[in-house]
């Protein structure tokens, strides 16, 4: 293996094991933490070249940063939407339309 190549794997991988720190804080099913690791990984593969450019930072803090954090903003995200009113803001919208609303 190329000392180039490797260095790339590394620096890729940092996301992942940002991701798998991120987990151990999480809740959820293991199914929805596998999930979420899942993405936190592939956000960390695509966001951590832009972010290591942007921010001057070396590319494998960028993407375990990116695959930690970015892995708890979709946690929080996600618990947002299930706790939304989905039936109740339909309503509202659709009073909307027809002009029942205010």
Do not use: C, K
Request: aromatic letters at 12%.
């Amino acid at each position: 293996m190329n000392i180039q190549d490797f260095d790339a794997f590394a620096e890729n991988f940092a996301g992942v094991l940002g991701a798998a720190v991120s987990v151990h804080y999480l809740r959820g099913s293991w199914r929805a933490r596998l999930s979420m690791a899942v993405s936190g990984s592939l956000g960390a593969y695509y966001a951590a070249p832009y972010l290591s450019g942007m921010l001057g930072i070396p590319g494998g803090l960028a993407g375990f940063l990116t695959g930690m954090f970015g892995m708890a903003l979709v946690s929080r995200a996600w618990e947002a939407v299930q706790a939304a009113p989905v039936a109740a803001l339909w309503q509202a919208v659709i009073d909307r339309v027809r002009g029942n609303g205010t």
